[in-house]
C-alpha cells in the first residue's frame, strides 16, 4: 500500500515567504514631532513587543503630517505587524488593514503586491479569525503576480504556493496535479526561489509522480530523481527528508513502473528513515512492517527472523498501521514460530497471532486469508486445549 504523501506536503508549506515586519521607514518626516513617532514606531520594529509596535504605528497612522503614500504605507505595516506570529497575531485584522492600504491609490506597487500576497497566504493558511479559501487565495496570488514591482523572491513563493493549492485542492478548487507540476517548475525555474521552499517543492514535485492521479502519469523514475534533488537539499525539513528517504524505500521495495525491484536498497532507505524521530507514523508504521518482510525472504537479504520478528511487532505496535498490511504481519510474524528457523517454535504465539489474523480477515472479508487460517487454527486448538 502506497501512503499518502499529500498531508505531508500541505502540512510543510513555507510560511517563511511571508512579507512581513515593517517594510516602511520614513526617509524624510515632515516635523521634528513626525520624526520622532518614526523613530518610535522603528525601535518598536527592532526591539520591542508586536503590542508596542501597534500601538505606535496607531500614533504615527493619526499624525495629520501623513501624506497619502505615507498612511498607505503606515496600513501595509499594521497589517503585516497583525500576520506576524505572536501574541498579537490577528489575521482578520491584518487582511482588514492590507485591504484599506490596497483601497488607497497611492500605494506603492510594491507594497500593493506584498499585500495581495500576504492575504493569499493568510487564506491559504487560516487560522487566527480567517477560513480557509482557496479562491480567495489564488485570486490574490494572482494580483500580485500581475504586478511588475512584485519582488522575485515573493513571486517565486507564491508559484510555489499556488502549486500547493491546485495539488491539494478542496471543497471550491479541484485538484489538478498537472496545473500544480506547472506552478511547481515555474517556481523552481526562479533562482530566488528560498532554499526552504525549493527542498518543499521538489519534495512535492517527487510525490505528484510517485502517486500519479488528477491528471498525472505515474512515473517513479521522475520521483527517484525529484526525491533524491530534495534529499540533497540542507534546508528539506526532517519530516520530509524522512518522508522522502520512506518513499524512496516504498519504490525499491515494490519494484514496479520501470524501478528494478532491491531489497538492499530499500533496506537501507527504510533503515535510514526510521532513524529520523520526525518520521510521521504512517510512513513509520509501513516501513516497521517492510522491514520485517525484508528481513523472512530468503530471496530479499540474509534473513534474520528475530531482527523480522523485532520489526513486525513494533509495526503492530503502530494505530496507524493500514489494515491490510496489518494482516499480513500477523500472518508473517505466526508463521516465523513454527520454528522453521533460528526462532523456537511456539504453538501458543501462532495461535496468538493467527487469531488476531483471522478475526481481522474477516473484518475484511479477506476469504483467501480465511481458508489459509481456519483449518490451522482448528488443529492449534486441540494441540493446545483439548
Request: with cysteine; aromatic share 12%.
Amino acid at each position: 500500500m502506497s501512503i499518502n504523501k499529500k498531508p505531508l506536503i500541505i502540512a510543510f508549506i513555507a510560511f517563511g515567504c511571508i512579507a512581513l515586519a515593517v517594510t516602511y521607514i520614513y526617509k524624510n518626516a515632515a516635523s521634528l514631532w513626525h520624526a520622532v513617532l518614526v523613530n518610535k514606531a522603528y525601535l518598536h520594529a527592532e526591539y520591542s513587543d508586536r503590542h508596542d509596535l501597534l500601538a505606535s504605528l496607531q500614533e504615527l497612522l493619526e499624525s495629520p503630517e501623513n501624506s497619502a503614500e505615507d498612511r498607505a504605507r503606515i496600513l501595509t505595516a499594521i497589517g503585516n505587524t497583525y500576520a506576524e506570529e505572536g501574541e498579537a497575531q490577528d489575521y482578520a485584522a491584518a487582511i482588514s488593514y492590507y485591504n484599506a492600504a490596497l483601497a488607497l491609490p497611492e500605494l506603492p506597487d510594491k507594497y500593493r503586491a506584498q499585500s495581495h500576497f500576504n492575504i493569499g497566504q493568510i487564506y491559504y493558511h487560516s487560522g487566527n479569525g480567517v477560513t480557509a479559501n482557496y479562491i480567495q487565495a489564488l485570486e490574490q496570488f494572482n494580483l500580485a503576480l500581475n504586478i511588475t514591482a512584485f519582488k522575485k523572491k515573493l513571486r517565486a513563493c507564491a508559484l510555489s504556493i499556488i502549486g500547493n493549492i491546485y495539488d491539494d485542492g478542496d471543497d471550491n478548487v479541484a485538484p489538478d496535479w498537472n496545473s500544480a507540476l506547472l506552478y511547481y517548475q515555474a517556481a523552481l525555474a526562479m533562482p530566488e526561489l528560498p532554499a526552504d521552499v525549493r527542498a518543499h517543492t521538489l519534495f512535492a514535485i517527487a510525490a505528484t509522480y510517485d502517486d500519479g492521479g488528477n491528471g498525472v502519469t505515474l512515473d517513479w523514475q521522475k520521483a527517484l530523481a525529484y526525491y533524491q534533488e530534495a534529499l540533497a537539499m540542507p534546508k528539506l525539513p526532517d519530516a520530509l527528508r524522512a518522508g522522502a528517504l520512506s518513499a524512496i524505500a516504498a519504490i525499491y521495495f515494490h519494484g514496479q513502473h520501470g524501478i528494478e525491484q532491491d531489497w538492499q536498497q530499500a533496506l537501507n532507505y527504510y533503515l535510514a528513515a526510521l532513524a529520523i524521530p520526525e518520521l510521521p507514523d504512517a510512513f513509520r508504521a509501513e516501513a516497521l512492517a517492510h522491514v520485517g518482510a525484508i528481513y523472512t525472504d530468503d530471496n530479499r537479504v540474509t534473513p534474520n527472523p528475530e531482527k523480522a520478528v523485532h520489526y513486525f511487532e513494533e509495526a503492530l505496535a503502530m494505530p496507524t498501521l493500514d489494515d491490510q498490511t496489518r494482516l499480513s504481519v500477523l500472518m508473517k510474524i505466526g508463521t516465523l514460530y513454527f520454528g522453521d528457523n533460528d526462532i523456537e517454535a511456539n504453538w501458543q504465539k501462532i495461535f496468538t497471532y493467527y487469531n488476531e489474523a483471522f478475526k481481522l480477515a474477516r473484518v475484511l472479508g479477506n476469504h483467501e486469508a480465511i481458508e489459509l487460517l481456519e483449518p490451522v487454527l482448528d488443529k492449534l486448538e486441540i494441540i493446545l486445549f483439548d
